[in-house]
């Protein structure tokens, strides 16, 4: 098993136990109105091309940032924007993904939440020169509000990204994919 995949698995196996211990401490953070997250952590990022082969698996820095509204203190709304960046030997990587968001809260008290969106995905490579684009961005996660004061809370989060693109001429199906853990600071 890679190193990434250890850290990465390492790492929702804390925000499980997380969740499971805080369950019985439910209520403590209140949703109500705007929401505003940002936050920092690891991801485990692939990228693979038609005609390009496929790369290994790479560990980097990954990090979010999200606003919008609360619907009920079930369901909030926003749009959120989730990145990768990896620089080595001159190669500079970096994955994005902007999507409108839905976080759903199984128990109006509770703080385990799952998160889903849709939106827009996009790559750049740069090594003297530049190769991007961007196509359809799917977000897919699910958190924990630790809550920390009256709205705000610090928020361990697990999440996949998914794009899927061609290049300009069409010829060309791109995808890229990160698994990404960390955690947010979050103000309801």
């Given at each position: ?12 196996m804390l925000l499980a ?138 928020t361990p989060t697990a ?30």
């Amino acid at each position: 098993m890679s190193r990434s995949w250890r850290i990465l698995s390492s790492a929702l196996m804390l925000l499980a136990l997380t969740a499971s211990a805080a369950t019985a401490q439910e209520g403590a953070a209140r949703r109500q109105g705007f929401w505003f997250n940002i936050g920092f952590g690891y991801g485990s990022a692939d990228f693979n091309c038609d005609n390009c082969g496929t790369t290994d698996r790479e560990g980097s820095v990954a990090g979010n940032i999200g606003a919008g509204g609360t619907l009920s203190p079930q369901l909030l709304l926003g749009v959120e924007s989730n990145g990768w960046y990896k620089d080595e030997s001159g190669v500079k990587s970096t994955f994005g993904n902007l999507a409108a968001v839905a976080y759903f809260y199984p128990s109006a008290k509770g703080n385990l939440f799952l998160k889903g969106g849709l939106g827009l995905a996009a790559y750049k490579f740069e090594n003297g020169g530049s190769v991007d684009d961007t196509g359809l961005g799917l977000l897919a996660g699910i958190g924990f509000d630790l809550p920390i004061g009256k709205s705000l809370s610090i928020t361990p989060t697990a999440a996949f990204n998914f794009g899927m693109m061609g290049d300009k001429s069409g010829a060309q199906g791109v995808n890229i994919n990160w698994f990404s853990v960390g955690a947010s600071l979050t103000v309801h």
